[in-house]
């Protein structure tokens, strides 16, 4: 008898696929493909906020100490070449839950407090929680959401059991005030009121989470809000009121808030990690530390050229830091590409959990780089964020950007981030036939990107 549960309601609202399959007598995934119980791996994903790719210790940083990530990087595989798939939040976030490009559902800008508290990213979409809910895993997210404002956008109507923490951009740290001045803290759908520094309650909740899912599979988002402004540290006062959002408010030292903003985390993420050590179940427990894009100019990307917003590696190459015990071999780096939308297929594959037939994901399974020190295939990914665009096959990189503010014509750009990581050096002019294939590439890309064509045909 297996404990793969088909969950009628969820499987009807999601798609007209999905409730053709439940009338016909079946799951999407069989009882025979579900794993046993016991071989089902706890999932933890802990994503920073605009931490760039040289804001932690193991990434290169003089300033910022974060032990508790370096001690992941230490026991586990670094990435040197992991990305988001937007230099920003909410397009970011919407490809890692649904594992394919956020243009596919039609979250491709920052989904804002002020403009868009009607938007959301459409509930027909399929979700790793989604997934890994049908096939036995209770499922939790704590932080922050950005996907939909409205309770009906919320992560429990996107397959999440739990969640606890904030739907806009960023709150104040203290007060949890948004930056147009309404309070964003919740329960689930319900907007309630919970004292305490956004970062520290987000690990409360986390290691709460654990220890009451030590005994059954677990997978455990947690969206940290660090260091995304408002530059506040966990002894400061609140500077946000309601109707009175100071919306860039903080600290004036905001480096050295800043430092103690990541800081926090690391030690919050220290926590959960302890609480799954303390458990016993670190043999059994995955855990993937990544940034949902790059540092502001507050922060640092290291060698990379940009800044958050911006389609030049320091928008959207990141730290990212993966570790299991006993699967994962310790004190090793890959230079494979990852992106954010890869984990969805990984979840999936170390899960055991079926991805329901007719999805189609655009990221890949990275088990081959995490378990077996080994390669994947060859692939070209892009990047698209308001006239910005970017195509990426090996080493070499296309990049299209308005040539100025008047003149709207896109100048192509090629890189070899093999010998020119800080994308100094155009090649375009050198190596033609490169630039013709990616700019050819890109243009097939945005030609069945745009949400809702692929379901058309
Ligand atoms: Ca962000």
Same mark, same amino acid.
């Given at each position: 008898m297996s404990s793969f549960n088909c969950n009628r309601r969820d499987f009807l609202k999601r798609s007209g696929l999905c409730a053709a399959a439940v009338l016909a007598g079946g799951c999407v995934g069989t009882a025979q493909q579900a794993p046993k119980r016991v071989d089902r791996p706890n999932?933890?994903?802990?994503?920073?906020?605009?931490?760039?790719?040289?804001?932690?210790?193991?990434?290169?940083?003089?300033?910022?100490?974060?032990?508790?990530?370096?001690?992941?990087? !230490? =026991?586990?595989?670094?990435?040197?070449?992991?990305?988001?798939?937007?230099?920003?939040?909410?397009? $970011?976030?919407? #490809?890692?839950?649904?594992?394919?490009?956020?243009?596919?559902?039609?979250? !491709? =800008?920052?989904?804002?407090?002020?403009?868009?508290?009607?938007?959301?990213?459409?509930?027909?979409? $399929?979700?790793? #929680?989604?997934?890994?809910?049908?096939?036995?895993?209770?499922?939790?997210?704590? =932080?922050?959401?950005?996907?939909?404002?409205?309770?009906?956008?919320?992560?429990?109507?996107?397959?999440?059991?739990e969640?606890?923490?904030?739907?806009s951009g960023n709150v104040d740290y203290i007060s949890h005030i948004d930056q147009v001045g309404y309070k964003d803290w919740w329960k689930n759908a319900d907007e309630i009121d919970e004292e305490g520094y956004t970062t520290d309650l987000i690990t409360k909740h986390g290691v709460d989470f654990i220890e009451r899912n030590k005994s059954n599979p677990f997978c455990l988002y947690l969206a940290h809000e660090a260091p995304h402004y408002p530059y506040q540290g966990r002894d400061d006062k609140p500077v946000r009121t309601p109707g009175d959002p100071r919306a860039f408010g903080g600290r004036k030292d905001k480096a050295v808030a800043y430092k103690e903003m990541v800081e926090i985390m690391d030690e919050g993420i220290g926590r959960v990690v302890e609480t799954v050590k303390r458990l016993g179940l670190e043999r059994k427990t995955f855990i993937f530390f990544f940034s949902d894009n790059g540092a502001t100019r507050l922060g640092s990307n290291g060698p990379l050229r940009g800044f958050k917003g911006g389609i030049f590696e320091g928008g959207h190459r990141i730290p990212a830091v993966a570790y299991w015990?006993?699967?994962?071999?310790?004190?090793?780096?890959?230079d494979q590409t990852g992106i954010g939308m890869d984990l969805f297929a990984t979840m999936a594959s170390v899960a055991g959990a079926p991805i329901p037939k007719g999805l189609k994901l655009d990221g890949v399974d990275l088990s081959p780089v995490l378990f077996e020190r080994g390669k994947l295939?060859?692939?070209?990914?892009?990047?698209?964020?308001?006239?910005?665009?970017?195509?990426?096959?090996?080493?070499?990189?296309?990049?299209?950007?308005?040539?100025?503010?008047?003149?709207?014509?896109?100048?192509?750009?090629?890189?070899?981030?093999?010998?020119?990581?800080?994308?100094?050096?155009?090649?375009?002019?050198?190596?033609?036939?490169?630039?013709?294939?990616?700019?050819?590439?890109?243009?097939?890309?945005?030609?069945?990107?745009?949400?809702?064509?692929?379901?058309?045909?």
């Open positions: 999932i933890i994903i802990i994503l920073a906020d605009d931490l760039g790719y040289g804001d932690i210790s193991c990434y290169g940083s003089k300033i910022i100490n974060t032990p508790n990530i370096d001690a992941l990087a !230490e =026991g586990g595989l670094k990435f040197t070449d992991f990305h988001s798939n937007c230099p920003v939040c909410s397009p $970011t976030r919407a #490809a890692f839950l649904t594992g394919r490009y956020q243009q596919r559902c039609g979250v !491709e =800008g920052v989904v804002t407090a002020k403009g868009h508290r009607d938007k959301g990213m459409p509930l027909k979409e $399929t979700t790793f #929680a989604e997934v890994l809910k049908e096939a036995g895993y209770r499922t939790a997210m704590f =932080g922050k959401w950005h996907v939909g404002y409205q309770a009906r956008f919320n992560p429990v109507k996107q397959g999440f059991d969640f606890r923490g904030y739907v015990p006993g699967r994962i071999k310790p004190r090793t780096t890959t295939p060859e692939r070209t990914l892009f990047w698209r964020y308001k006239n910005q665009k970017c195509v990426r096959r090996g080493p070499w990189k296309l990049v299209v950007v308005p040539s100025n503010k008047k003149n709207a014509a896109a100048a192509a750009s090629l890189f070899n981030l093999d010998d020119d990581l800080g994308e100094a050096n155009d090649m375009a002019s050198v190596k033609p036939e490169i630039r013709k294939e990616l700019a050819q590439a890109l243009a097939e890309w945005e030609s069945y990107s745009t949400a809702g064509v692929e379901r058309q045909s």
